[in-house]
């Protein structure tokens, strides 16, 4: 099965509306591509505008007519649909891999829940609910393709779940030792003698009760057990070295899984969550340049199983990451993020200090006081500002900010009473 491409429009309604929005995400690109500055909410409420209006000239050209996909701040609106966009991404390939873990399920489940009440709540407190109509209606499309894979885990006995679950993780982790720089064959000798372990577990080919039966699921789990050790064979043949003339998507998409990979490490210090929007675009267009579900040489020959397998693997890794930094970031603005991370490594600091026995005298919070305090003086009449500007988030810097000096208050009472329990009383005993 192929991951679904999006084809263009062929109503005449439709490509203008595209045109004016291709118009629209040129003008947001030029704002974010300048960093010597911060994108302000008052710089882009008008395209933000213009966007909501070309949504609701889509939904009034579309009125009665089935539509299969669209082309495409934090707890809104935009951001729901952005991170909707990923999860249909992630739907499509999972479905297309037929290789997917129940906690993988779980996750977009719990995501696109959340998802309904932002839409729920922007439906009651806005007047424009075009663009919500529209998210709404991506939302169950990802919960149809979401329930499709369910049904195929609840399919699979109980019992044999876990065995199920432990194949897609040997699977994934061999395919992420095949993209490795330095390709080692040990990693994967470990994991055929796991294989070999879950293979020894069947009789007469099935995978059985206690009592000799048959559990259902049994010949879907011997499938991916047979695709385990076939892949097995092949990375282990292949040694890590890729075909040169698949080389240039290959270098781009290691590239993408790499920074991701670093994102996911540093993403406090780092992660403008408009730049994951780039990374996407990027992943979208390889994705989509496949034919069948496969991609094409120069000469018109489709790329061998071993090269389709590992450039999938990439963008199917990298959507993850994606899915993963986008429900992770937080509401606060771009402005105020450095404030904000300032904060978060505070309190991580603060809470190992806590959880490490505390400090022994208070003089140690000291470096921690003046941080906070200069932090806290950066306010105007209780308001973070830049350039005069007030950023959105202030809730969430100003909470962390007081879960900090709450943190370093109570380490600083533990301290006293420590300090005081170990001075001897020095009253004259009365006899």
């Given at each position: 099965?192929e ?16 045109e ?28 933000y505008?213009?966007t909501i ?16 996909e669209n082309?495409?701040?934090n707890?809104?609106?935009p ?7 990923t ?18 399920l779980?996750?977009m489940s719990?995501?696109?829940?959340h ?10 407190t806005?007047?424009?609910?075009w ?16 329930t499709?894979?369910?049904?195929k ?9 876990p065995t ?23 990693d ?12 020894d ?18 010949d879907g789990?011997?499938a ?17 070295k890729?075909?040169?003339?698949w ?6 998409l ?10 996911s490490l540093t ?7 408009t730049d994951?929007?780039d ?8 994705d989509?340049?496949r034919v069948d ?6 000469e018109?020959q489709?790329?061998?199983l ?12 990298s ?7 986008m429900?992770?970031?937080e ?8 404030i904000?991370?300032?904060?978060q ?12 026995g505390?400090v022994a005298?208070v003089?140690e919070?000291y470096?921690y006081?003046?941080k ?5 003086n950066?306010?105007?009449d209780g308001k973070?500002?830049?350039?005069d ?11 962390l ?5 709450d ?18 009383d020095?009253?004259?005993e009365?006899?």
């Open positions: 099965m991951t679904p491409k999006f084809p263009p429009p062929r109503d005449e309604g439709e490509k203008e509306v595209l004016r929005l291709v118009s629209i995400q040129d003008q947001l690109l030029l704002r974010k591509l300048d960093r010597t500055t911060y994108v302000r909410s008052q710089d882009v409420i008008g395209l505008d213009e209006h070309q949504v609701k000239r889509l939904n009034e050209i579309r009125c009665g007519k089935s539509v299969e082309r495409g701040r707890n809104e609106a951001a729901a649909y952005a991170l909707t966009s999860i249909k991404r992630l739907l499509d390939h999972l479905t297309e891999a037929d290789l997917f873990s129940a906690k993988d779980e996750s719990h995501t696109l829940e998802l309904s009440g932002i839409i729920h709540n922007n439906a009651t806005e007047a424009a609910p663009l919500e109509t529209l998210i709404a209606s991506r939302i169950e499309r990802c919960r149809a393709s979401l499709k894979l369910q049904s885990v609840e399919h699979i006995a109980e019992p044999l779940r199920a679950e432990k194949l897609v993780s040997i699977l994934r982790q061999m395919a992420m030792i095949n993209t490795k720089s330095k390709f080692s064959q040990k994967i000798h470990k994991f055929e003698l796991q294989l070999k372990e879950i293979d577990m069947r009789k007469d080919g099935n995978f059985v009760d206690e009592q000799g039966n048959t559990l259902q699921g049994s789990v011997t991916l057990l047979e695709r385990c050790q076939m892949y097995t064979g092949i990375v282990l043949e292949r040694g890590g890729f075909p040169d003339k080389r240039p998507i290959y270098d781009v290691i590239g993408i899984r790499n920074d991701l990979d670093k994102l993403q406090a210090w780092s992660l403008r969550e994951l929007y990374f996407q675009r990027q992943l979208d267009k390889i989509e340049s579900g496969n991609w094409i040489d120069d018109g489709p790329a061998e071993y090269v389709q397998r590992t450039l999938l693997y990439l963008i199917r890794r959507y993850g990451y994606i899915y993963h930094l429900i992770s970031s509401p606060v603005s771009e402005a105020l993020l450095p904000y991370n300032q904060l490594t505070l309190k991580r600091c603060l809470l190992e200090v806590k959880n490490s505390g005298s003089r919070l470096p006081s003046m906070l305090n200069s932090i806290d950066m306010r105007v973070f500002l830049v350039a500007d007030i950023p959105e988030g202030q809730g969430s810097v100003i909470e900010l007081s879960e900090c000096f943190l370093n208050y109570e380490l600083r009472v533990a301290a006293e009473d420590a300090s005081r329990s170990q001075t001897p020095k009253t004259p009365i006899r």
